[in-house]
Nanobody, 124 residues
């Protein structure tokens, strides 16, 4: 399993913004849907959003829809998660993952490469 590299996490007050970055290689990026997941201590890892290779279409969990935006730079093998209007419940370790497929991949089982995670803490 090849690890992706996330960055950009940190401490932010509620209502603030952060942008997470995920650096990948051609092997772990090209022709793959890329996803973001998060895990709060004591909870299961949950899907945040994804962006496909085939169309660049984005998909989001209901909990972040309208606040988070996923984008990718195919020339740089980078994927980003722009997080706005952050809430304390967004506090988690955020993980970047590369999917097996190039189309819609919405479940954890569909991802084959994972990063180490970057922590995000949102204070009230």
């Amino acid at each position: 399993q090849v690890q992706l590299v996330e960055s950009g996490g940190g401490l932010v007050q509620a209502g603030g913004s952060l942008r997470l970055s995920c650096a990948a290689s051609e092997r772990t990026f090209r022709s793959r849907t890329m996803g973001w997941f998060r895990q709060n201590p004591g909870k299961e890892r949950e899907f945040v959003g994804a962006i496909t290779w085939t169309s660049g279409g984005t998909y989001y969990a209901d909990s972040v829809k309208g606040r988070f935006t996923i984008s990718r730079d195919n020339a740089k093998n980078m994927v980003y998660l722009q997080m706005n209007s952050l809430k304390p419940e967004d506090t988690a370790v955020y993980y970047c993952a590369a999917g097996r497929a190039s189309g819609v991949v919405l479940t954890e089982a569909g991802y084959v490469y994972w990063g180490q995670g970057t922590p995000v803490t949102v204070t009230s």
